[in-house]
């Protein structure tokens, strides 16, 4: 690539892709995504979709996104605002120009400029005619007919022709970021294997519109972004539903169990019940109930029967999984219920992300009914998180509570693969053949009964949700046991913070603010604080994945800041829970609900605010 | 007799009284559950599964107090769901043999959906539907099976709803088993529950139980002693349905697809013209046909009403993971972690 102008290093590019739905451009963004973490870079990834699978094509509501973050640094965003804006139509570089930094290049398909389309984005006239978009750097290709006229003696027939559009622009961003073509190469090679005819045409556009690029100078200059230092390892890119799949996957395994999913298809959860799907290789054994109440009642008998059991969900159907979630707590069974949250109440903004589920996790149940909640912070610690949920509620015999969003649902990085020897045993207390088994009598460090799988002779017994008597298991109406079993399971919650580990803050240990956060937010307060630290600004972060019960260590933590703030998708539910827990302390807040990420810009803003504060 | 019957040890060893737990009854004196429970001890002391292969399932309701009263693994769940959390205990372990109890408003109004979805996969458990036309624990409302216009605590001016028969909502759901009893016929019910557990699939064995306190009763019409003989059909798969205090009377079908009581000796019928009950047919017409009959119009049939071979999801869900592994190139975890696109960084 000598004969390019010019090059400028950059630390970190933001990129774009928009379209229709039916243009491509989660593929499109995921290719780029892939070379650029092949060539090393860090990646971070997060698409943008609407709910309805085909929205009338052309509309702002049909618009699909595809946003991509890469780093010659560690990358812990998909980025606030982008370098480059791929545009496929009007609609795309309608809902779009908001999220284009200044002066930052906007590529359009001049094709798709036509009255039609630009009345259905709601332009009263044509963008590109006029100086609205001086400020940018505006690349006009005629896509549509470019592609058309270079597969025209392809003998494909026209939709099909139009149908591999997106590698054209796909070729032209490669060229503007020094990317080899290899990887999509190989991609459409695999993907297309079947039809020799389409893989020629889609490598053919790729190329051309690389070429293009190159004979436009698209850019006057070109951007370079060199490798990150990764630590060494094999690596994949991976989304936060696989990985919480490939987790509940690894903790069966690691509990040498088999693993039952019961769920009912919702959005954004229904990837992982999918993914388990494909698994029955591995021995998964999955149920498509009829609603969600069935998906956690059928984990609950697998899991009274001797199967690591899980129901995945999103927040409505958490809702509705309450009452038998409260079955669990009182039959003491291993059961993880995933909850990818979503935004709203009711249905709300079902592709949207929003962390408003917390209070109704740690709870919203009938009765005095705790049960441990933890959260994921980044699309490849699902997989962690997901293991560990399993690991506590086989170990404590318990439902364990692991929440999710759909921004790390959907959202890719790529992962250093973990071996399986690396990670820890389970030990689930079963009860064997022969012992003296009574069915709620306590194991001493963690107050779990032992669990007694039907078909083991001599240990049958009858468990159910009425109140049971301490240790024999009979039914009990007595009201000092009720006193005692409320006590009893409120303890073995208690007790699961001996089996996690302690906070450890990000920066110093002492500092003027001390940011705090939990589940999903995680990429965007490191990003803010990392960025302030640097500016050297008395800054720290803390970031909570183990909810309830807390690590052991947080309030000896708080008590080293002058100025807390929470910050949080919702409006304050993790600073009510830590008001609640730690009495006197003062916790400032930051609160949004959008259905979107917080920005790294919005945070510093605030973050700035509150250090300048007297 | 009772005594000896309940005494006799099966092949494993274990007579009726094995499977009698030591927890105090808390039905009513008089409950037709009593008679249930009884029956359901007794068969299985005439099968031949070990006491710790059972699996005893219930929701929430008078009857499903029932695993308490059971030497056997049990699972008192919650309103309606039972049928959910025996699929789910039946796939975790096929080689479990499940029983699940429910009453008429468990089973067909707050679990109706589960009901209805557990048949259709066709898992392999037997539910039993008690029904007693009314709810009981919660002294006294009406349930999905109360008869029209019945008066009750919350229909004082009496129900304006239909009520389902409990045998076309299962056939609809494509029930292979469907069987019928009464909890004082102790045999007959014994007999059933046997047949049900015998039978891959969903086996539903619906009783007409008596509630002596809320819907005294309600069954009395074919329970009486003086009309029993007439308005009881038992039937038996390849045997004519023939019925009566002089076993003179029989069904026929009418030409106008409907069937037709008739008396052996008048009209010029025979034993010959009498209907022959096939119990194992695929088609369900007539198995629709003789659940829906009613007294005083008809004799109520019980016995096995429909037994059709099948293969269980359960089992089908166990063979499909046998075939995937057989075939699939990811072996181990380690194997997925590392599979597809992946890239080492030196």
């Keep these: ?88 139509n009007p609609a795309a570089l309608k809902s779009n120009l908001k999220w284009v930094k200044p002066s930052g290049t906007i590529i359009v398909n001049e094709d798709s400029f036509t009255e039609k389309n630009l009345e259905k984005a709601g332009y ?92 436009i100078e698209a850019l006057p200059y ?36 088999e693993l039952f999913c019961g769920s009912y298809p919702i959005t954004p959860a229904t990837d992982i019940f999918q993914e388990l799907a494909i698994h029955k290789g591995l021995g ?32 409505p159907g958490l809702a509705l999984k309450t009452e038998a979630a409260g079955l669990a707590v009182m039959t003491e069974l291993p059961l993880v219920i995933v909850n990818v949250q979503r935004g709203g109440p009711s249905t709300g903004l079902p592709t949207k992300t929003e962390q408003a589920d917390l209070l109704q996790a740690i709870h919203g149940r009938s009765g005095e009914c705790p049960m441990p909640v933890i959260a994921a912070s980044t699309p490849s610690d699902c997989f962690h998180f997901a293991f560990e949920a399993g690991r506590i509620a086989l170990e404590h015999m318990t439902p364990v509570i692991l929440l999710t969003d759909g921004f790390i649902a959907n959202g890719t990085e790529p992962w250093r693969i973990p071996s399986m020897s690396d990670l820890p045993e389970i030990i689930p207390p079963i009860a064997k053949e022969g012992e003296d088994f009574l069915p709620y009598a306590r194991e001493d460090d963690r107050l779990s009964r032992r669990w007694a799988i039907p078909g083991t002779k001599g240990l049958e017994h009858r468990i159910g949700g009425l109140e049971k008597m301490d240790g024999d298991g009979t039914v009990s109406y007595v009201p000092e046991n009720h006193q005692l079993m409320s006590d009893i399971r409120k303890k073995r919650v208690e007790l699961v913070a001996n089996n996690i580990p302690e906070l450890k803050v990000k920066g110093n240990d002492e500092a003027d603010v001390l940011v705090v956060g939990w589940g999903g937010t995680y990429g965007h307060l490191m990003t803010a604080v990392r960025e302030l630290q640097k500016e050297g600004k008395s800054i720290s972060l803390v970031h909570f994945n183990y909810i309830f019960p807390l690590p052991k260590n947080t309030g000896e933590i708080f008590g080293h800041y002058k100025k807390i703030i929470v910050c949080e998708l919702n409006n304050g539910q993790f600073v009510e829970y830590l008001r609640g827990s730690f009495y006197g302390i003062k916790f400032e807040q930051l609160n949004k609900l959008m259905g979107l990420p917080f920005t790294v810009v919005e945070l510093k803003e605030r973050f700035n605010q509150l250090l300048e504060d007297k | 007799m009772a005594d000896t019957l309940l005494n006799k040890p099966n092949v494993k060893g274990l007579s009726a009284k094995d499977f009698r737990s030591d927890q105090e009854n808390r039905w009513c004196p008089g409950c037709g559950d009593h008679g249930i429970l009884n029956s359901v001890q007794r068969a299985m002391a005439e099968m031949d599964h070990k006491r710790e292969d059972y699996a005893v399932i219930s929701g929430i309701g008078c009857s499903s107090r029932f695993p308490y009263y059971m030497n056997t693994y049990g699972f008192h769940t919650i309103h309606g769901r039972a049928a959910a959390i025996a699929s789910g205990v039946k796939c975790a372990n096929p080689n479990l043999e499940v029983l699940q109890i429910s009453g008429d408003g468990d089973a067909l109004a707050i679990g109706g959906n589960h009901f209805i979805h557990a048949v259709r996969r066709n898992i392999d458990m037997t539910i039993m539907l008690f029904n007693n036309e009314i709810y009981g624990l919660t002294k006294g409302q009406y349930s999905p099976t109360s008869r029209y216009g019945m008066v009750t605590k919350t229909s004082p001016y009496g129900t304006i709803e239909e009520p389902f028969n409990p ?9 292979k088993f469907y069987a019928r009893s009464i909890d004082t016929n102790i045999n007959l019910t014994k007999e059933v529950v046997k047949s049900a557990s015998a039978h891959k699939g969903t086996s539903i064995v619906e009783i007409l139980q008596n509630c002596v306190i809320y ?68 088609d369900s017409h007539m198995h629709w046909l003789l ?56």
């Excluded at chain 2, 045998?167 to 029930?175: H, K, R, V």
């Excluded at chain 2, 072996?331 to 696109?341: A, H, I, P, Q, V």
Aim: with cysteine; glycine share 8%.
């Design chain 1, 222 to 257: 070109n951007y370079s972004v060199a490798p990150a230092n990764i630590r060494k390892g094999r690596y994949r890119n991976i989304t936060g539903n696989k990985a919480t799949a490939w987790g509940l996957m690894a903790a069966a395994d690691k509990a040498k169990l």
């Design chain 1, 124 to 215: 009263d006239s044509d963008p590109l005619l006029e100086d609205k978009l001086a400020d940018y750097n505006l690349i006009k290709a005629k896509v549509t007919s470019l592609t058309r006229e270079c597969l025209k003696d392809s003998g494909l027939d026209q939709k099909s022709i139009l149908r591999s559009k997106n590698m054209f622009t796909l070729g032209m961003v490669y060229w503007m970021f020094d990317r080899p073509l290899k990887h999509s190469e190989e991609f459409i090679e695999k993907k297309f294997k079947k039809h020799p005819l389409v893989v020629d045409a889609n490598k053919k556009v790729l190329k051309a519109g690389f070429n293009f690029a190159k004979t």
């Design chain 2, 215 to 282: 819907n005294d009763g309600a069954h009395a019409l074919i329970t009486d002693k003086a009309n029993k003989d007439e308005y009881q059909l038992v039937i038996e798969h390849g045997k004519p349905m023939i019925f009566g205090k002089d076993k003179n009377k029989g069904l026929i079908m009418g030409g106008n697809g409907k069937l037709v009581v008739v008396t052996i000796g008048e009209h010029g019928i025979t034993e010959q013209d009498v209907l022959v009950h096939d119990a194992h047919t695929e």
């Design chain 2, 291 to 346: 659940s829906s009959m009613m007294a005083p119009e008809y004799p109520v049939a019980l016995g096995v009403i429909r037994d059709v071979d099948s293969t269980s999801y359960d089992e089908k869900m166990a063979q499909q993971i046998e075939d995937i592994k057989a075939i699939s190139t990811i072996k181990s975890m380690d194997e997925l972690l590392n599979s597809g696109d992946t890239w080492v960084v030196d």
């Design chain 2, 167 to 175: 045998a076309q909502l299962a056939l609809g759901a494509q029930s």
């Design chain 1, 284 to 315: 998964v054994k999955t149920f498509q109930a009829e609603d969600e109440i069935a998906g956690i009642c059928t984990a609950i008998g697998a899991s009274f029967a001797g199967d690591f059991a899980v129901t995945t969900t999103s927040g």
């Design chain 1, 1 to 88: 690539m000598s004969q390019k102008t010019k090059i400028i290093e950059r630390e970190d590019v933001v990129i774009r892709f928009s379209g229709d739905s039916g243009d491509g451009m989660q593929l499109t963004g995921t290719q780029f995504s892939d070379t650029s973490a092949l060539f090393g870079n860090d990646v971070a990834t997060f698409p943008d979709y609407p709910a309805e699978i085909r929205a009338p094509q052309g509309t702002v509501g049909g618009v699909s996104g595809f946003q991509l973050h890469f780093g010659h640094q560690e990358v812990f965003t998909p980025g606030d605002y982008a370098d480059v804006l791929v545009a496929m």
